[in-house]
């Protein structure tokens, strides 16, 4: 069974004008704190 390695909570997740949920952005915060990137 798989599981996450970590759970970050924020007060607000990064939005497009539009309204839409910005996952590149959060990716990119995750993986500049990693040695290797997928």
Do not use: S
């Not at 539009?18 to 704190?33: C, H, I, P, S, V």
């Amino acid at each position: 069974m798989k599981c996450p390695r970590t759970v970050d909570f924020r007060d607000e997740l990064p939005r497009h004008p539009t309204g839409k949920l910005y996952k590149r952005l959060l990716k990119d915060e995750y993986w500049a704190e990693r040695q290797t990137r997928i």
